[in-house]
């Protein structure tokens, strides 16, 4: 999943493969052909495939630790490139790791991965079970014995030297993969790669970095995480820093890496492409690298792709995948301007006739990120509107009263699906039995007249008024606002709420903010300031539940400024459950259970309503074969070297 390299020596690997341009004249003339030799057999060069994919914008930088990459709006587009130049270390595939260029993952049931109850004293770096945070250990502070996975068994230190655990998890590299300069890639270059991860001059959050004890070579293959006392993570298999040629990079300083031209426009890497030109505005080509580890597998499928930069607009896009211009429009290519990763309805419109017509081949898959319409359950409203959500009736009712499949077939031209839980459904711990939340205007408007919310008789085309809702005035009308981004795919998707919603007699009034004013942090903005009545928004799902979401601790507030529940849910037994899930061993039955018990909970109370998984789609011309999308790797292109021309 990492970086770059100079430029000098980059150009240097270049220029060794690189057809000359001048005119070579020979050392010595050519003898006369004797006139009754028999002709000369014809030959012919072998052809060369090629494959063009156009992405939506040019990559700022292919360098993985820089800005423009870490917090840019261009990485998916760099990572499109990154996934020709490096394969793995590790793949994500349906919400799983899967290793590469590693032998195995570890696995705590194979004891590669294992954990060791140590000593910790006062002024030694832990986990704080309470913050999820890396702390130094003090009188009074809260800490997790070895063997405690939940807050029940969390103890308070009062000096000594206590017992904790901490995870040990070794790496074992492959030993036929090769840098594209032919250098063997080796268990240093990991480590040199953590160094520079770690380093104060490199932007990146540092999150995994400061839950790590030791990063240490064991042998020539093999290398050693060790976590901080107390962290028990649930991904420990993941924690490979990818590797980075130490050979090339490491007379420089972090630094210096930062604004090299090498690192940010010519990395180097062991997949099944080499970078050779970049023309800036244009085009980035890649030919074939010798020197990949697959190549016995006859990988990869062309001998040169070209990444395409296209300026047009999603139409530009779309005819010049007619043209054959294009043989694939990556995702980048057909969103919208405003929305970023959001698509452009238009352009999905039209690449879904194409389709039926058979002129195109549409790929697509449910993401990993789901759009909700979250309550604001512990709302600071000015004066004057009400909290209308407080009960989990009323919250039913909405959800009950929203055709969420009718969004999928009508915007989303049927290429999405419906979840239920805080969870995609396609993840592996999806709990399959869990209640459909079932569209049924009939039953929501039961639960509303139940909860206390009247509808006129003189007047069944107004909103419902409150008699006898619990914290609500009477007479108060069931109207709210819905905060939302201003692209047409929210606006189409808002339509049709207002819509669903008003035949229950509920009033939804859509409000259109920029992201960059809607995600403000607290307590500036409206969402994670917890001013709004509902918020129509993406969250993405990962390998691991991310219960923290829906957990009381994580409410923005000026002690978490920065929490991601901006509903504001608080359930003491949910909270619970989701604590096994970030304290607990992964591989216990307290670990399961609690994933089943969170989506329960999340069902049963609804602080959220799932409207739909945000699908991947790409188009790409019908003689391209082997395009596998998947729902949370970040790349359409994470199995690039598989892709060929169709027999």
């Known amino acids: 999943m990492k970086r770059g390299v100079l430029i000098g020596l980059a150009l240097l690997l270049l220029a060794g493969c690189a057809r000359s341009v001048e005119l070579e004249l020979p050392l010595t003339i050519p003898p006369i052909p004797d006139p009754t030799d028999p002709p000369p057999l014809p030959t012919s060069e072998p052809s060369t495939s090629s494959l063009i994919i156009c992405l939506g914008k040019e990559p700022a930088s292919l360098y993985r630790y820089g800005a ?320 209308l959500f407080a009960d989990s009736r009323t919250r039913a009712a909405v959800a009950a009263c929203i055709n969420r499949e009718r969004i999928i077939s009508r915007t989303l031209f049927g290429l999405s699906e419906v979840p239920n839980s805080y969870l995609p459904p396609a993840h592996p711990a999806a709990f399959g039995a869990l209640e459909a939340i079932s569209f049924s205007p009939a039953d929501g408007m039961a639960l509303l007249e139940e909860a206390g919310w009247s509808q006129e008789d003189a007047n069944p085309g107004a909103p419902r008024i409150a008699l006898g809702v619990e914290g609500v005035s009477n007479g108060t009308k069931l109207s709210f606002s819905y905060l939302t981004t201003p692209d047409e795919f929210h606006r189409a998707v808002a339509a049709r709420l207002e819509e669903d919603l008003a035949v229950c007699g509920i009033e939804l009034t859509t409000e259109f903010l920029s992201q960059a004013d809607l995600f403000q942090p607290w307590p500036d903005g409206p969402a994670f300031g917890r001013s709004f009545q509902t918020v129509g928004w993406a969250w993405p799902g990962w390998v691991s539940p991310l219960c923290e979401m829906f957990a009381s601790r994580e409410i923005p507030s000026d002690e978490k400024p920065f929490g991601v529940n901006a509903a504001g849910f608080s359930l003491a037994e949910y909270d619970r459950a989701c604590s096994t899930l970030l304290l607990g061993r992964s591989d216990s039955q307290e670990y399961s259970d609690a994933v089943r018990v969170t989506q329960e909970l999340f069902r049963e109370s609804l602080p959220s309503i799932p409207l739909y998984m945000r699908p991947r789609v790409l188009a790409h011309r019908l003689s391209v074969c082997g395009i596998e999308l998947d729902p949370i790797s970040f790349s359409a292109f994470w199995n690039i070297e598989s892709l060929e021309t169709c027999p």
């Open 68 to 387: 423009d990459y870490l917090y840019g709006d261009t990485a998916r587009e760099a990572e499109a490139v990154l996934q020709a130049i490096y394969d793995g270390p590790l793949d994500v595939r349906q919400y799983e790791y899967r290793p590469v260029i590693l032998e195995k993952l570890p696995d705590l049931a194979d004891g590669d991965a294992r954990y060791e109850a140590v000593s910790v004293g006062e002024g030694e770096l832990y986990l704080n079970p309470h913050t999820l945070r890396p702390e130094i250990l003090d009188i009074g502070d809260p800490y997790l014995p070895a063997g405690c996975q939940s807050e029940d068994c969390v103890l308070t230190y009062a000096g000594g030297t206590v017992s904790m655990d901490r995870l040990v998890v070794d790496f074992r590299l492959r030993s036929d993969v090769r840098w594209s300069d032919g250098e063997p890639l080796t268990v240093e270059d990991s480590l040199f790669s953590f160094e520079l991860d770690r380093h104060v001059d490199t932007p990146t959050l540092k999150t995994q970095v400061n839950r790590t004890a030791t990063y240490e070579v064991v042998d020539a293959q093999t290398i050693r995480w060790t976590g901080i006392p107390g962290y028990k993570d649930s991904e420990y298999f993941s924690n490979f820093w990818s590797p980075l040629p130490k050979h090339l990079l490491d007379k420089l300083s972090a630094e210096e890496l930062l604004n090299a031209e090498g690192t940010n426009l010519a990395p180097i890497g062991w997949g099944p492409f080499v970078l050779q030109e970049w023309r800036p505005g244009q085009y980035i080509t890649l030919e074939r690298n010798p020197d990949y580890f697959r190549a016995d597998e006859g990988l990869p499928g062309f001998d040169v792709l070209q990444f395409r930069f296209l300026q047009g607009g999603t139409q530009g896009s779309i005819e010049q995948l007619l043209t054959s211009e294009c043989d694939i429009l990556d995702e980048t290519a057909i969103a919208d301007a405003l929305g970023g990763a959001v698509l452009d309805p238009g352009a999905l419109a039209e690449l879904a006739s194409l389709d039926a017509a058979g002129k195109i081949e549409v790929a697509w898959t449910p993401g990993a990120e789901m759009e909700r319409l979250d309550f604001g359950l512990a709302p600071i409203l000015p004066a004057g509107i009400p909290d």
